[in-house]
């Protein structure tokens, strides 16, 4: 899924019916992240990743809300443009979107986030409210290329679904 420019990116993110499931979470609920982290860091283990996130896509920014492995700016800011993020594509897509190796990948070998960074591969599965509508989602990144199996789709999914029920509450 090819996001040409960021007012088409806004627009797609940005519509209305979106936004206002969104501003239907308390998503600056303070500790927040005491709950959404224990599920980055279980993912990431089990996945043997150095760097999982939950993130919210709001209609120009990624916002961070649980987070395991993250060091530099990206963990003080806990927010990033939309356009930078991979997490973006999940979004979009409403469905599982994968990196193998972002150093080859033409969509993303000029990302300004994973340049930064030195992350090359991306999974990660959407977060879907009851409506299916994708707010966000878990994923997890890695230093080297990879492809994820069906189970480890499986254990991202199943932390979706653990990290949606938190933010419901």
Request: charged fraction near 15%; include cysteine; hydrophobic fraction near 45%.
């Amino acid at each position: 899924m090819s996001i040409t420019h960021p007012d088409d990116l806004f627009h797609r993110l940005g519509d209305p019916l979106r936004m206002r499931t969104l501003a239907g979470y308390d998503l600056s609920t303070p500790g927040l992240a005491v709950h959404l982290d224990p599920i980055c860091g279980e993912t990431a283990a089990r996945l043997s990743v150095p760097v999982s996130l939950i993130s919210i896509i709001l209609d120009r920014t990624q916002l961070i809300v649980g987070s395991h492995g993250l060091d530099g700016w990206v963990d003080q800011m806990q927010q990033v443009p939309a356009e930078w993020a991979i997490c973006t594509h999940t979004v979009l897509a409403g469905a599982p979107y994968r990196v193998a190796d972002a150093l080859t990948d033409p969509q993303h070998m000029d990302n300004p986030l994973l340049a930064a960074t030195g992350l090359r591969s991306y999974v990660g599965v959407p977060l879907l409210d009851p409506d299916g509508q994708a707010l966000g989602s878990l994923c997890v990144l890695d230093f080297t290329p990879r492809t994820p199996t069906d189970q480890e789709l499986e254990i991202l999914q199943a932390g979706a679904r653990r990290a949606m029920a938190i933010l419901a509450a």
